[in-house]
């Protein structure tokens, strides 16, 4: 088997392989500069691993594996456009380098192209993909359509939001395992017990950049930390804080929120002594940890050897034991 | 045969039956909103025909049908945006109504329902629609970004404007035509034909727009006349004029687009005037006489009884030869 970082050397090297080249250059010039930005592309080297494990040979996924990256690229350009944010992955979002109407119709164009390679698979299991494939790709759009409603309500549980990032991040980590599965060949059974794995463990990664947001180590985590509590996002930790605090913590939580022009490294502080004080930060961990357990026990029920199943063991520990 | 009319209620019909009650709402009562609007439906009508040509059997087509209108609609929803146009059809648009963010989410779901739809078909020419399905994607966002390019270009050519509305406007009757072709059982050879016949006529369609936008006769057009020229819009009468014109109408038509707060009814009859002036009324007239002609040609080379072609060469004049 080959390892995780020779997979995600060959699919680099084969994603560069795709032609941006096309006119009018100002629909492709924005989508090959989003596909050089690198990334984990955590995503597409699992569809290639559900693939090699059912038979054994990781390269018949990768059109699926290129579905899926250009698909979650797609979804980046247009939701930096929606989130107005300006930087991503240290370099700025293509609206802001072009402009709003480039990042919509690049987003489009880069969709459309995602399904071109969707649907390079035997046509035995074209339709089956295809069916995951768009199944995922609502699911995501209604992910981050409750995100924005949450934005601006002050009534959302940690279940709401629980559902929220599983529609947004879940599904996908799901969908790019259980495709590469069956292009390998796997039981409808079989797909389904690592999509269930895939989902939980996005859960789990989603989860885990609350935490890392709010209280990494800088050093390591390479960015600034507090980002979310600046920006007011509702992630975990503030909801969680919001279920667990008496009336006066909530309200000293709810008024750092509201209140405009607060210093942020006052801010950033004064939350996170709360979310100290009403221990979010552990409560986060456990939740991890139960979507870890979970993800793993769907991994355990599929009947491969598990040395086969090693690999996959690993990414999810990279995605969730992790510092940055 | 079924008639044109009783093929769109037939539409209507079963378009009225898609599942658009999903949550978030704010995600899926645009997409109701959208799909309720009406219209004129001729490309999905086209892809019923276009199988009902080859086997006789226009259901069988109906989800390709579907996927066409949808995509259709996902089109105009993010062409709106970046238009900036309130209204559509009468009704406010959906970036008007709600917001751009609602209105590039709508949107976006809408093209993956599209996808659900295309998918459906036999597994034999399964590959074979969804390709052609993903090229006009593909074509007709690179046709919107010309449009948009040409917005702030005063270096158009005729020719440029023709590919630009080949990819944004022809491509997808031709795609229609084609798809319900491949669905009826049309060789290669006969569904691009028949593809062609679509594309040809589409152009036509489009530069007959052009035309009635500003000649058309508002009591039987239905809406005021002018509006692609109060709104600068680089249609195929002003380009061809500033081809066509002398340095001084050149320079007085350039004149007016470039001028800010002219009188709206004064630059409309000056700019009428002007395109009087350089017959390019009739030049449009005669690209629309010469693309329905060659789009004729495509029909005819079909082999099947002229009989059975009767009702789309009905469809091809109703498109070309109409007042509003």
């Known amino acids: 088997m080959k390892n995780y970082e020779s997979l995600i050397k060959y699919f680099e090297d ?5 032609a941006c080249n096309g006119e009018p250059t100002e629909l492709y010039s924005p989508i090959k500069y989003t596909l050089s930005f690198g990334g984990k592309r955590i995503r597409p080297v699992t569809t290639l691993m559900g693939c090699e494990l059912f038979c054994g040979d990781y390269e018949k996924a990768l059109p699926q594996a290129i579905a899926i990256e250009l698909f979650h690229n797609f979804t980046l350009i247009h ?10 992955r240290g370099q700025e979002t293509v609206f802001k380098k072009w402009n709003p109407n480039i990042a919509i119709l690049s987003g489009d164009t880069l969709f459309a192209m995602a399904y071109q390679y969707a649907q390079q698979a035997d046509k035995e299991i074209l339709k089956d993909t295809l069916s995951v494939f768009n199944q995922t790709a609502i699911e995501v759009c209604e992910g981050q359509q409750f995100d924005l409603n949450y934005e601006s309500s002050n009534d959302v549980s940690v279940d709401d939001y629980i ?5 947004k991040t879940g599904v996908l980590f799901g969908a790019s395992l ?23 463990i996005g859960l789990g990664f989603q989860l885990k950049d609350d935490l890392l947001d709010t209280f990494g180590n800088e050093g390591i985590f390479g960015k600034k930390t507090g980002g979310d509590i600046v920006t007011n996002k509702k992630t975990f930790l503030y909801i969680k804080a919001l279920e667990t605090a008496d009336d006066e913590g909530r309200e000293e939580l709810l008024s750092l929120y509201n209140t405009v022009d607060t210093e942020p490294d006052y801010k950033i502080e004064a939350t996170k002594k709360l979310f100290l004080k009403y221990k979010v930060d552990m409560a986060a961990n456990e939740e991890i940890d139960k979507y870890f357990k979970v993800g793993m026990e769907c991994l355990d029920m599929i009947k491969l050897s598990d040395e086969n199943k090693q690999q996959l063991r690993e990414v999810a520990v990279k995605m969730i034991d992790r510092n940055k």
């Open 79 to 88: 939701d930096d456009i929606m989130d107005n944010a300006p930087i991503r």
């Open 163 to 167: 559902k929220m990032i599983r529609l």
């Open 178 to 200: 259980k495709i590469g599965a069956l292009v390998g060949g796997a039981s409808n059974e079989e797909a389904n017990l690592l999509y269930d794995f895939g989902v939980n």
């Open 14 to 18: 084969q994603l560069t392989k795709i």
